[in-house]
Structure formats: C-alpha cells, structure tokens
C-alpha cells in the first residue's frame, strides 16, 4: 500500500510543479530569473545596490574630497587609503589629496564611508563585475590625474 501511496503523491508533486512551469510560460512577464551573462547590455541593477566606492568628478575633472580621511576612519577593515599632500593656496598651505586609494578585495560594501564623507565626494556604484586575475586590479586610484578640488569646497 505504502509503494502505491509514494507513486501517487509523485505524481502529484509533478503536477504541481509542471502547474507552477506552465504558469511562468503562459505568464513571461513574472519571470524575475534573470539570464546573466546573456542579458548583460540590459541588466540593470536595482537603485540600493552597492558595488563599489567611487569619488564624483564633474566636467572640469574636479572633485570634491578635501583628503579629511574621514571615510578612512570610517572603514572598518581598512579598504580606503587617503595620501595626503600639502598644497599652497593664497600664500597658504593647506591638505589635498594626493591619492585615493580604494582596496576592493578588502571593501566589504558596507557603506559606512558615505554617510562619513562630510563633502559627498564618493558614492557607491551599481557596477557589479569585479572579477580579475591579477588582485592588483582590485586596488584602484580613485582620484582623476590632473584633478583637482572644487571651488569653495573647505
């Protein structure tokens, strides 16, 4: 009795799942499986997500990090490295950045160093494809060559 009860509730099972397949093939606008890598040119992450840090520069190739390193502190397992410089403006010396050093392969996508930014200089990105052969590539310079800070930005 025990081997008839088995054959039926299998069957059954696969109803219910052919059920559940034909309604994803009458219904093509449900599926939410998407068909990565094939649909890579119109993949489009969602809003929230966080792929990487990366600092804005505008048309002038100027940014707006003044190198305060507070998202440096505010990392906590070290992926942000800020290189300091000194640069005289007005007859005075003040900080810039030299390099923005970002490590993706430490960066755990927290985003405690946006909120810690007090000039909204870095954002987190929707890029999503990370994967290198070389971990140098992981390591990048964020900071533009030849860029420099925005006026009126302190």
Do not use: W
Request: proline content about 4%; charged content about 25%.
């Amino acid at each position: 009795m025990d081997y008839f009860k088995g054959i039926f509730l299998g069957l059954r099972s696969l109803v219910k799942g052919m059920a559940v397949t034909g309604h994803y093939i009458a219904h093509p606008k449900e599926i939410i499986t998407q068909q990565y890598p094939e649909n890579r040119e119109s993949l489009k992450m969602f809003e929230r997500f966080r792929g990487e840090v990366v600092l804005l520069h505008d048309e002038n190739n100027e940014h707006k990090c003044t190198g305060c390193s507070a998202c440096e502190v505010a990392c906590p397992n070290g992926s942000i490295e800020i290189i300091p410089k000194r640069v005289e403006i007005d007859g005075r010396k003040v900080k810039a950045i030299d390099q923005f050093v970002y490590h993706l392969q430490m960066c755990t996508m927290c985003g405690l160093c946006i909120p810690a930014c007090p000039t909204d200089a870095i954002v987190m990105a929707n890029t999503f494809e990370h994967a290198v052969y070389d971990r140098d590539k992981l390591t990048k310079i964020l900071n533009k060559h030849g860029s420099k800070i925005m006026d009126g930005i302190k």
